[in-house]
């Protein structure tokens, strides 16, 4: 949906532009098959006229063992990652934003790092047995098609958690990617998953209807 206001950029998910935007909550592991995702994970997202907002709620039960620093993005950290491709196009290019869960970015665009990624903001929080981030994507910094029944079409659009091991896991099937040593391993959970083990599957993603461009 396009709202009118904007939500404060701060982390905490109880603005009331939150209540009115849309819910993304069924991720499952991105690898497929039968077995259940880890922690639950909840997007949010809405927009106003000029900028994407999406709203992330984590669920993790060890908040003390977050991997990740606010000034730098790796793939170690418990982060996001978000693919947007405006058009409908199920191949490259697209954008893809990284951001882990103390809110550090890196946002590249068909695969090269883009050079509006300082325009996007992200906003780290914290809840009881969760973390939270709040990630504003200004249009104008996006690559768009300038066809405008493309805009008003369905995007392509997908979100995966990466998630390290923490204390108290257990190693389960499905999910999760050893590495060579065995230890540690990551959990990858999406809401399209792609099955297999990379986000970067176009095909795969899902679709995502932006009000302010239409319907």
Known sequence: PRLDTAPALDGNLEDEFWKRAEKLADFRPNT???????PRTEALIASTQ??????????????????GKAQEFSWEDDGLEIFIQAGNR??????????????????????????E??????????????????????????????DEKALAAPWRFNIV????????????????????????????????????ESGHMPHMFGFLVVDAFGK
């Open 161 to 196: 958690r990466l998630r390290p091991m923490h204390k108290g896991d257990k190693k389960v099937g499905g999910a999760v990617k050893l590495t060579a040593q065995g230890e540690p391993y990551n959990e990858e959970s999406a809401w399209a998953p792609t099955e297999c």
């Open 117 to 146: 990624a300082g325009k996007f903001k992200a906003a780290a929080g914290r809840e009881k047995e969760a973390w939270t981030l709040e990630l504003a994507i200004p249009f104008a910094s996006l690559t768009l098609p300038k």
């Open 32 to 38: 497929g098959g039968p077995n259940r995702a880890g």
């Open 50 to 67: 000029d900028t994407l907002y999406l709203g992330l709620r984590c669920q993790e039960k060890d908040l003390a063992g977050l991997l």
């Open 90 to 115: 199920p191949t490259e290019p697209y954008h893809h934003i990284q951001v882990n869960a103390s809110g550090a970015l890196h946002v590249e665009y068909h695969r090269a790092e883009l050079t």
